[in-house]
């Protein structure tokens, strides 16, 4: 096969973590046909936009896209992707590697994240003394992203999954949520389900964070989670992100732009890499993801070739080259 | 002096470290003039309402109010007298303890929470697709609990407020909120100031929070991220609150009614003894609030007579006696 792929390095070390990742993709047993396209704030700067409508239908025509990072302009580029696309769910694995400053061994469970409306809906107003914003919750949107965590859950061999709203505060917003997750929920008996305010959440998952194994949010709840979740396995450079819609995937690490250590080869390429696992996972190539992973663990676990931030004292393309030449060994 | 304080136990363990509380403070050097009311779910059992008039007037002429904890109605008690009475402070510590299962030791920092408005404005409707929440950030409350902040860090000699957000995404909203910060932050210039996306606060709570001194955002952010400390000092046990406004004050621990411990002696006091030390404070009578917070100090440090939860095998009302005698005696 031979993926049609769009490819967005965007602004600051998206540039450089994209470049590490398609180097070690090269050595992948997948074939990729690239369509390169610049979004973000340097894009803006040179066009006044930072988002092109030709960007935009060029990842629709794709089946997946890379995306590396955003500066400033980051919510104008990438949730008008996730929206313009449909791209309903924003997946996000907490997972602890080797060699990694995790808080704790063995974490393993994913958020799933509604990704189109809740706060992102872009209703806000001035008023008089300030400003509103308007948090949307449909059931249609509601159902599809618990129908969404059900079924992975089903496929991943998960055996729980657990709603997080503060429906105690938000009776009508995250009760339409609440209830559509256990309506959802009839159609797979064999899953163990429960359900978590999102504050005593944020304390469990650092107290408890073995309670959790699919855990399926709103827009909102679920970015400040992931990240909490960043931080419970050694912070934003390990952490990937999935957003998948009915016909396209945009994969990008949750990490942003980083201006401070833009251009200084600093940046670790693991979130990106991962990413690019996550593509192969959307695209059905499990056994060239669990390669790609693998490689990439085995890099971490011996902790050598790995950037500063993981304890190492190597450049973002040189830990990509020792990634590819264990992926070209396996 | 005397003070007048209205006293609201509430339900399941709220009624239990409310006790245990009221028994520490009578070895108190301050005199106080207690009066009970009833609220919650049993109290909505009864009555069919979870909070009566009474009781909000009641807390009204009273100087100070020591709440113990809501169950299912919480959010129609709690978040009822907080707006009723115009608590617009919610001032939640981060402190590691010794003797307590914290993440880091050293952390102290406070997170200031408005607390009238944003999501807990009660602005939802049903739709016919679902529901919509309003956020309403208004300037004068954003610039209220901003000086409040400042105010705050001045007195407690402090030297960093860091302002949370999301104007990234809820540029309108948000943008009112940081912008507020900014301007009161001109009258405050020897204070160090910055500004952080709530996401990403998220995650630097747990990669490094020694960065935070005091935290100022909105409701529900300052809700999420208040438990996320309580998760990085040792869980909720620990952690008081201080709901404050011009004329009065209510303090509360941050734990709910723990139906699943109830009545059992289990629960851990320290939350509630702490509270009362926040309205010590919140009465000027400094000097007795680090008398009583040092003997808790002194009890938890030594680790013998403490609950279950912090690896000790005594009762509630045990672990108050010991503060209460370490009190006597310092
Ligand atoms: C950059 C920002 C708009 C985005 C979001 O809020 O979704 C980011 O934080 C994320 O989690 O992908
Ligand atoms: C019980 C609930 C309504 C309340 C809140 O959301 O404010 C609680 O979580 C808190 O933080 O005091």
Do not use: W
Not at 11 to 35: P, R
Not at 126 to 154: H, L, M
Not at 270 to 298: F, G, H, P, Q, T
């Amino acid at each position: 096969d031979m993926y049609k792929i769009a490819v967005i390095p965007g602004d600051g070390i998206g540039k450089e973590v994209m470049e590490a990742t398609l180097h070690v993709l090269e050595s992948s047993n997948v074939d990729f046909e690239y369509s390169f396209a610049d979004a973000g704030d340097e894009y803006a700067e040179k066009t006044g936009i930072p988002l092109s409508e030709e960007t935009v239908n060029l990842v629709k025509q794709s089946q997946a896209c890379l995306f590396g990072a955003a500066g400033e302009t980051a919510a104008d580029v990438i949730v008008k992707l996730r929206k313009e696309l449909d791209l309903y769910v924003n997946l996000r694995p907490v997972k602890s590697y080797p060699g990694t400053k995790y808080l704790f061994e063995g974490l393993d469970f994913v958020i799933v994240r509604e990704n189109t409306e809740g706060l992102y809906s872009g209703l806000e107003e001035y008023t008089q003394d300030g400003a509103t914003a308007t948090r949307v919750i449909t059931k249609a949107a509601s159902e599809r992203i618990c129908k969404f965590a059900f079924e992975y859950a089903e496929k991943t061999a998960r055996s729980k999954v657990t709603a997080v709203h503060k429906a105690n505060v938000l009776k009508k917003t995250d009760g339409v949520f609440k209830d559509s997750f256990y309506k959802v929920a009839e159609n797979f008996s064999h899953i163990e389900t429960d359900d978590r305010y999102v504050d005593a959440t944020a304390m469990f998952f650092i107290t408890q964070p073995q309670m959790f194994d699919v855990v399926v949010t709103t827009n909102l709840y679920g970015d400040i989670l992931s990240d909490e979740g960043a931080g419970l396995v050694g912070g934003l450079g390990l952490i990937p992100s999935a957003n998948i819609g009915e016909t396209n995937g945009l994969f990008e690490p949750v990490h942003g732009s980083a201006p401070d250590i833009a251009g200084k080869g600093l940046a670790n390429p693991s979130a990106m890499i991962l990413s690019a696992v996550l593509m192969l996972e959307y695209l059905d190539e499990y056994d060239e993801a669990r390669r790609l992973e693998n490689a990439l663990l085995k890099v971490l676990d011996e902790g050598k070739v790995v950037t500063k931030d993981l304890g190492g004292e190597s450049s973002t393309m040189e830990m990509a080259e020792e990634v590819r030449s264990k992926l070209e060994a396996l």
